[in-house]
């Protein structure tokens, strides 16, 4: 079917989204070192058509597809996704209420 | 009191959830605790962070574990985590890495592939596994065509029919499609030549391959999937092909539409990789240079 994209923008876009989650001490993480690591090793092949090649990049096009993916879920998540239901407490501030107290404890309570 | 009772629950809460982390040395388990506070009926989904640093160290016979700060990783079954190989090991690691402040368990794909292989919480075989993933067949998306409208027809022809055709040829059987309510006869050859090419797949393999099917709801995109005819965006595009079309037709929801694209690519990239990691082996052969 279609073709993937090149080895570069894949290692690239990689990288990106690992710069994204890290921050600053990027450099310094396993998946990294990890992803540069295997993208060098496979780039050497006397073959014209490695098949080995090929398996490799799908894989880093589907590890890429998977971080992109689940980065941007999870953004989609914190906008939309229902917080749960609040507790008596808060739903009662909200109105301006405050939960009234017992301080000798309710009948059946120690 | 309503409010000790919601702090001393709170406080209980931090102390236990999926996956378990036992302290080296110490082979207590944690279980998990239903949450019973004002908040909700419900298993803990998120719970704090607990760790600084994530690594992964060899451990016996050829495995990896994860270590976060100096306490191994364990399963919610209460195993030591093990990965197979290095690449796994990392992206699990790279999960658990990324969290911050909050664990969002739901978001960590890999880790509980991995969790469902090691620990087998439902004690299926291979056996089971396989005839699972070859009755999907008979209800695959892609053998269930419309009669109208005729665009959609004419897309679902357009998208659909190559991949059927590949798959056909490759494996040399005849699967067809159908636009009957019954869909396609898939004959026993078909479902024979299927049954041994899943044989020879391990059961770590078999696993993550289910799940793609589940998520992709068709065994013939799960094939090309695995088989790396087709990317993990394709493969999604084509399982919501219809999905696709009356978007294009009537508009775009993004907290619906989006959240589940989204969604469903991250879970099948991570049960393509796991597959992938998981039957793969490779080695380095180095050319000698000629002079």
């Not at chain 1, 994209?5 to 396993?30: N, V």
């Not at chain 1, 096009?61 to 749960?84: E, F, N, P, V």
């Not at chain 2, 990324?98 to 794909?109: G, N, V």
């Not at chain 2, 075989?125 to 053998?143: F, V």
Request: charge should be neutral; glycine fraction near 6%; hydrophobic fraction near 35%.
């Amino acid at each position: 079917m279609a073709s993937l994209s090149s080895p570069l923008r894949i290692c690239r876009g990689i990288l990106r989204e690992i710069r994204a989650i890290k921050g600053p001490e990027y450099k310094q993480c396993l998946a990294y070192n990890y992803v540069l690591d295997q993208f060098r090793k496979n780039q050497i092949t006397g073959e014209r058509y490695c098949r080995a090649q090929e398996e490799a990049l799908h894989a880093s096009h589907s590890y890429l597809c998977l971080l992109t993916s689940t980065r941007q879920h999870m953004a989609l998540y914190d906008i939309y996704h229902g917080k749960g239901q609040r507790d008596t407490e808060e739903m009662a501030g909200i109105v301006g209420l405050r939960l009234p107290t017992q301080p000798g404890g309710k009948g059946w309570e120690k | 009191m309503l409010r000790n009772l919601v702090r001393f629950h709170n406080c209980l809460g931090h102390a236990f959830s999926p996956p378990t982390v036992c302290p080296r040395g110490q082979m207590f388990k944690l279980l998990p605790l239903l949450s019973v506070n004002s908040k909700s009926y419900s298993i803990i989904t998120e719970r704090k962070k607990f760790y600084e640093d994530v690594s992964i160290s060899h451990g016996e016979g050829g495995m990896f574990e994860i270590n976060l700060d100096r306490r191994k990783l364990k399963t919610p079954g209460g195993k030591l985590f093990t990965a197979p190989n290095e690449a796994l090991a990392i992206a699990v690691a790279n999960e658990w890495d990324t969290q911050k402040d909050m664990l969002k368990f739901y978001s960590m794909h890999m880790t509980t592939l991995c969790n469902t292989a090691l620990d087998n919480p439902t004690f299926r075989s291979k056996d089971q596994m396989i005839t699972a993933a070859l009755k999907y067949l008979e209800t695959d998306t892609l053998c269930y065509r419309v009669e109208e409208p005729p665009s959609l027809v004419e897309l679902q022809n357009n998208e659909w029919d190559p991949v059927l055709n590949w798959i056909e040829d490759r494996y040399n059987v005849v699967i067809g499609s159908s636009t009957s309510i019954l869909g396609p006869e898939i004959p026993q050859a078909t479902m024979d030549t299927f049954r041994q090419h899943l044989g020879s797949y391990n059961f770590w393999s078999l696993t993550g391959l289910e799940y793609v099917i589940t998520q992709l709801r068709s065994v013939v995109l799960a094939f090309a999937l695995i088989d790396k005819h087709i990317t993990v965006e394709q493969a999604v595009l084509l399982s919501r092909l219809e999905e696709e079309f009356q978007i294009g037709h009537w508009g775009n929801v993004e907290w619906a539409h989006d959240v589940d694209l989204y969604d469903l690519r991250s879970r099948t990239a991570a049960g393509a990789l796991f597959v992938h990691f998981s039957s793969e082996s490779s080695t380095v052969k180095r050319k000698l240079m000629q002079e």
